[in-house]
């Protein structure tokens, strides 16, 4: 379970303190999606980064599964990410030196857990439609391509947490509605949470709890 209880966030500024984040407040169980929408500059990324562990709050709390990653040392931290928590952006970082099937197996490197991943990442692959491009590199594939190796990437440790900023904002309708299908339908069969960041009103309104930032502040819409 994901509980956020009203968490704020503020920058220091030349005028004083800018609040971006005032009092958000959030339950999730395994398995829901939620989709958060508004204007450019309104928290929405921030709060991606507060609920996957990457910037505290200012005040408040985030626990997935009644831990409070902002409790852990820097080890402990970086462990919970690894463990816990997908990412999906809107770029897709991949490493261009990597194949897609290295790129995929990533997180699983600095994992404190000996398994190999080598079935599970090729699984993941032909899930998504590249078990034929594993060889491959990140130049040799289309912007749809590196987006599913992302998505790819961020299941390989079947984190209980998937957030995705903009996951669809550099990919044309057809390739948008290709990835948008298959990052629902992932998320749905490995039951984990998912958190989505969207401009788009057609990503936004496929999951069923939908929220808007406004001034601060998370809305039902």
């Known amino acids: 379970m994901l509980q956020v209880e009203s968490i704020t966030k503020e920058y220091a500024g030349p005028a004083g303190a800018l609040r971006i984040l005032n009092g ?10 939620v989709s958060i929408m508004g204007p450019s500059g309104s928290g929405k990324s921030t709060l991606l980064s ?22 852990f040392g820097e080890v402990e931290l970086a462990a919970f990410r690894n463990r816990q928590v997908g990412f999906v952006f809107q770029d897709h970082c991949l490493l261009p030196q990597c194949t897609v099937l290295e790129n995929v197996l990533l997180p699983a490197l600095v994992a404190t857990e000996k398994a ?36 790819a990437r961020a299941l390989i440790r079947k984190p209980e947490l998937l957030l995705c900023d903009e996951p669809t ?10 990835v948008a299908d298959l990052l629902l339908e992932l998320q749905r069969k ?3 949470i998912l958190v989505l960041v969207t401009h788009s009103e057609k990503l936004g309104d496929r999951v069923a ?9 998370l809305e039902k819409r």
């Open 169 to 178: 904002g550099n990919l044309d309708r057809a390739n948008a509605e290709a």
């Open 116 to 151: 190999p991943f080598d079935t599970e990442a090729k699984q993941l692959l032909d899930a998504v439609g590249l078990a034929h491009r594993i060889d491959h590199l990140p130049g040799q594939l289309s912007g749809g391509e590196k987006q599913r190796v992302a998505i």
């Open 209 to 217: 709890q939908r929220y808007e930032l406004n001034g601060g502040r």
């Open 50 to 71: 507060i609920l996957g562990a990457l910037e505290p709050p200012t005040s408040g709390s985030v626990k997935l599964n009644g831990q409070d990653p902002y409790s």
């Open 190 to 192: 490995q039951n984990t």
């Open 24 to 33: 958000v407040s959030l339950n999730l169980e395994r398995g829901e999606a």
